[in-house]
């Protein structure tokens, strides 16, 4: 006799977690705390729990996946705003944490041949390191933006510390990502190809690794796509709107923009070609960049499927 299968969807907070399994209308709620989690897994043990499903919650998602990874259950992570939209197209207009628990496993069983992401450490060890040198980054240039106006000289000389402190703690993070692609043979193979092309350096290889490892496995529309660069049709009837890029990984996309605009402006040839041919047909230089970003994520793409480094012969045609 086959075992029953269960999915279960799981809305995390901060302090607690609900879950629910729409099959059979059972829902509870465990506490983030050491014994709640261990009743967490004994719940879903009794409820032949096979598969989870959880949104992305700003990272309080990250230790409750690690946990039933651990336990052996497929874990998905699906995008909290497809989650709500595929709620409203239900007509399910009410929201609390139970009824999103019922909505993510609903959705989940709508939509279950959806991959769930690898359980890969070493990454997600890595896209923390990452994350943490980009907020550092951003708090840096809020402290900067202080300095503008007129302070005190004792407010001026609290700035001066903090950006030293600040300086100090980003170069620790620089160096913790530059030791760990070095000591990772699979991160180092993928570096010294995305460091192949003219424009990108570390903080480009680091993100494009810790953010979107799906490159190189997915085609190059789906990589695009992945990380919000490829444009979406708007047209109705005899209407042909605007197309515009949506959705991805924004984070990456926002990493990428500054070493794009050097590729595109002054780096690389190819990139650059490609950037002064859509400005003669009229583009917005901020729409040739964003196709230079796609036409690079594409070649990218390409480049670490088949292990090969920056031919520019070659992807001047790409």
């Known amino acids: 006799m086959a075992q029953k299968r269960t999915l279960v969807g799981l809305d ?49 998602e990250k230790s409750w996946v690690e946990l039933l ?11 909290p705003k497809r989650v709500r939209h595929f709620a409203k197209s239900a007509g399910r207009l009410a929201k609390n944490d139970s009824i999103d628990a019922h909505m993510i496993a609903w959705f989940g069983e709508v939509f279950g041949e959806m991959p769930g992401q690898s359980s890969d450490e070493g990454r997600q060890e890595l896209d923390r390191l990452v994350t943490a040198r980009l907020g550092l ?27 030293k402190a600040v300086a100090t703690q980003l170069a620790m993070l ?7 692609l070095a000591t990772t043979p699979r991160f180092s193979q993928r570096a010294e190809i995305i460091h192949s092309v003219p424009g990108l350096g570390d903080a480009a290889a680091a993100g494009l690794i810790a953010f979107l490892p799906e490159l190189g496995c997915v ?15 708007d047209d109705s009837g005899k209407r042909h709107g605007p197309r515009r890029i949506m959705g991805g990984r924004h984070k ?14 002054q780096h690389n040839p190819v990139l650059k070609a490609h950037y002064q041919r859509l400005l003669a047909k009229g583009k917005e230089p901020k729409v040739a960049l964003m196709a ?19 031919d520019a012969t070659r992807h001047a045609v790409a």
Not at 219 to 233: C, S, T
Request: with cysteine; net charge positive; aromatic share 4%.
């Open 137 to 163: 980054m951003r708090l840096q240039g809020q402290i900067e933006s202080w300095g503008e106006h007129e302070q005190p000289k004792a407010v001026q000389k609290i700035h001066r510390a903090l950006l």
């Open 252 to 265: 990456l996309r926002c990493l990428l923009y500054m070493p794009i605009m050097g590729a595109a402006t």
């Open 219 to 233: 085609d190059r529309q789906a990589a695009a796509a992945l990380l919000g660069v490829a444009p979406f049709d």
């Open 292 to 310: 230079c970003m796609r036409k690079l994520i594409g070649i990218l793409n390409t480049m670490l499927a088949r292990g090969e480094k920056w």
């Open 69 to 79: 990874r651990a336990a052996g259950l497929e874990v998905v992570i699906v995008d």
């Open 174 to 180: 620089q160096n913790m990502i530059r030791v760990k």
């Open 12 to 60: 995390i907070a901060k302090e607690k977690v609900d879950v629910a399994i729409r099959s059979t209308a059972v829902e509870a709620t465990f506490a983030n705390s050491a014994a709640g989690r261990r009743q967490l897994l004994d719940w879903l043990k009794e409820q032949s729990a096979c598969k989870a499903v959880v949104e992305a919650s700003g990272g309080y």
